[in-house]
T-cell receptor, first 112, second 112 residues
Framework: TQLLEQSPQFLSIQEGENLTVYCNSS?????LQWYRQEPGEGPVLLVT?????EVKKLKRLTFQFGDARKDSSLHITAAQPGDTGLYLC????????????FGSGTRLLVRP | NAGVTQTPKFQVLKTGQSMTLQCAQD?????MSWYRQDPGMGLRLIHY???????DQGEVPNGYNVSRSTTEDFPLRLLSAAPSQTSVYFC???????????FGDGTRLSIL
């Protein structure tokens, strides 16, 4: 069974601080997706990383896929209250079903 | 463009009752899936479908049935509701498995 461990589970920081969220597994994934979820809504895709070592930037968010495609990180620079939410990573398996396995999520609170 | 539509948004059931959660998408996506979200556990895959007439089990299929008679609809049936099935249920779709998912806004289900 493929598992994705996300850390930390909860993060409360002051506006302007930097933070990093980690997503780790012992399994290899064909791609890794990051989502953000607001209360009462479904998750919304932020980015997909496909190639080992790939780095993608989305404004103040930087996503990295590990060289071995087993882990990923999300770094937020100068966090703002609008970044508050639940961040989920999801890995696509290498088998033919291409099922997505989700991490348990990181709940981020950015205080003004 | 409606995207993924889930109904109802909220439901309260008594133990032993049955019900169907509805999911419809208008993006002509082949892949559809159902997840449940519980506190601290991220999203867990219940059932998924790679196309009309084809369904398969996810991580936590027990107590749930699905069918896929059309590309657009993917209902989830609870045969005999149990308190352990109290959760928020999300339907998602994509063109193919493993691709970024488009999520509905969820059904919040409470079983007494």
């Amino acid at each position: 069974t493929q598992l994705l461990e996300q850390s930390p589970q909860f993060l409360s920081i002051q506006e302007g601080e930097n933070l990093t969220v980690y997503c780790n597994s012992s399994s290899v994934f064909s791609s890794l997706q990051w989502y953000r979820q607001e209360p009462g809504e479904g998750p919304v895709l932020l980015v997909t990383v496909v190639t080992g070592g790939e780095v993608k930037k989305l404004k103040r968010l930087t996503f990295q896929f590990g060289d071995a495609r087993k882990d990923s990180s999300l770094h937020i620079t100068a966090a703002q209250p609008g970044d508050t939410g639940l961040y989920l990573c999801a890995g696509a398996g290498m088998d033919s079903s291409y099922k997505l396995i989700f991490g348990s999520g990181t709940r981020l609170l950015v205080r003004p | 463009n409606a995207g993924v539509t889930q109904t109802p948004k909220f439901q309260v059931l008594k133990t032993g009752q049955s019900m169907t959660l509805q999911c419809a998408q208008d993006m002509n996506h082949e892949y559809m899936s159902w997840y449940r979200q519980d506190p601290g556990m991220g999203l867990r895959l219940i059932h998924y479908s790679v196309g009309a007439g084809i369904t398969d089990q996810g991580e936590v299929p027990n107590g749930y049935n699905v069918s896929r008679s059309t590309t657009e609809d993917f209902p989830l049936r609870l045969l005999s509701a149990a308190p352990s099935q109290t959760s928020v249920y999300f339907c998602a779709s994509s063109y193919y498995g493993g691709q970024p998912q488009h999520f509905g806004d969820g059904t919040r289900l409470s079983i007494l």
